[in-house]
């Protein structure tokens, strides 16, 4: 009979990131062994990989890293919160954005293949985690900002979680604090009112086009005289363009000027932002 004690059962769950029963099952087959034992986990874990393939995957975290006018974020997903609180992913999670921002890269793609140790690239990391956590892991999504000053922001939407929303904003003429301050508050308008474009110009023309068609198809249904729906049509496409583009948007801090006035006002330009939330 295997002989281990509690303090080898919890070494060994802080190591690998299993759970108790699993844990004590390798002990029992590795014969009190542990080395032995985090290889059975591992092998066992490998094996239901390919079950775990279609899982849903809606927890997870954000991570960003800022530098030298360069923003990096990485968001990392599981299939619970309990996961996602536990250091063993978190640990995961700063590991792949690491090798992000030393590899340069800004599709996730691209990141499974670089190196995070020689012989060891990001996909094969998120392999092993997969198979000790017991639940798929994937790498969602990664952005890269590159400005004279790249503002950045990671919420929490709850405390017992990690970040949840993640935010990089770029700017030129962040000469002070003052102004790297304002650029800031843009970061954190941007995480709570989520727009899909920097400027009017930056909506993809296919959007546009089919909100002009709903906008035009509802002004019909609605009745309203013919000779009245282009304007009609034109004043919904702009309370989009409102709702929905950063520059146009209502500043969060002061509803009566957009964003873009805010940030002329001081001395700004905004050149690009990053917004990620887990699993939006």
């Given at each position: 009979m295997a002989t281990y004690t509690a303090t080898d059962i919890k070494a060994l769950r802080e190591r690998t990131g299993a759970g108790m029963l699993d844990v004590k099952k390798a002990l029992d087959e590795a014969e009190g062994d542990s080395d032995r034992a985090v290889e059975i986990l591992r092998?066992?874990?490998l094996k239901g990989v390919t079950k775990r393939e279609g899982r849903s995957t809606v927890n997870g975290l954000v991570a960003g890293h800022v530098a030298d006018g360069v923003g990096v974020l990485v968001e990392v997903n599981c299939e619970t919160d309990f996961v996602a609180k536990s250091e063993r992913f978190q640990a995961l999670a700063r590991q792949v954005l690491d090798a992000a921002v030393a590899?340069?890269?800004?599709?996730?793609?691209?990141?499974?293949?670089v190196d995070v140790t020689p012989g060891t690239t990001v996909a094969a990391l998120l392999d092993e985690a997969n198979a000790t956590l017991g639940e798929k892991i994937v790498l969602r999504r990664v952005a890269r900002v590159e400005g004279e000053h790249v503002a950045s922001?990671?919420?929490?939407t709850s405390p017992d979680l990690p970040p949840q929303i993640g935010v990089l904003f770029a700017v030129s003429g962040a000469s002070d604090d003052d102004k790297r301050q304002v650029a800031r508050?843009?970061?954190l308008h941007i995480a709570a009112l989520s727009p899909v474009a920097l400027g009017a110009d930056d909506v993809d023309e296919a959007t546009l086009a089919a909100?002009?068609?709903?906008?035009?198809?509802t002004a019909r249904n609605e009745g309203k005289p013919e000779q009245a729906v282009p304007r009609i049509v034109e004043g919904r496409v702009k309370g989009y363009l409102k709702d929905n583009v950063l520059l146009?948007?209502?500043y969060s801090k002061d509803n009566k000027r957009t964003v873009g006035a805010v940030l002329t006002e001081a001395g700004l330009t905004a050149t690009g932002f990053a917004r990620f939330r887990v699993g939006a």
């Open positions: 092998v066992k874990g590899a340069g890269v800004a599709d996730a793609e691209a990141l499974a293949g922001y990671l919420h929490r508050d843009v970061a909100e002009r068609r709903i906008a035009e198809e146009e948007q209502p």
